[in-house]
């Protein structure tokens, strides 16, 4: 199974915030688990609004759990031209459309995802 990290959730995996089994079980038996560029462009904006205070990097926090990286590819951004309009929040479109085209599972605390027809794992 291939695994894209919502941005809550990798905070939450980060800080050892409690989650479902299943969830933790998912993540430690992926064959991939990503985390998307759109995370680290969202951390980093909250945080430099005062919105959100972090310990270290997406990158690192990444790095650290063995996850990769997934870049926005234009197919990416072009894929969002597709999607109904579920969410007006650009971070969570973009996450939408990675997961649609690469094939990933999205974890996820927001049951919205679904409604993309994208494969989610609540968190």
Do not use: N
């Amino acid at each position: 199974m291939k695994l894209l990290l919502d941005t809550h959730v990798l905070i939450w995996w980060d800080r050892g915030v409690e989650l479902p089994d299943s969830v933790v079980v998912a993540i430690r038996d992926a064959d991939l688990v990503y985390v998307s560029a759109a995370t680290a462009w969202e951390v980093a904006i909250k945080a430099s609004l005062g919105r959100l205070r972090t310990r270290r990097t997406v990158a690192a926090a990444a790095a650290e759990s063995g996850f990769d990286e997934l870049p926005i590819r234009i197919r990416h951004a072009a894929a969002v031209a597709e999607l109904p309009w579920h969410h007006r929040d650009p971070f969570d479109r973009i996450l939408a459309a990675q997961a649609r085209v690469e094939g990933l599972t999205l974890v996820t605390r927001d049951p919205i995802f679904a409604r993309y027809g994208v494969r989610t794992l609540q968190a």
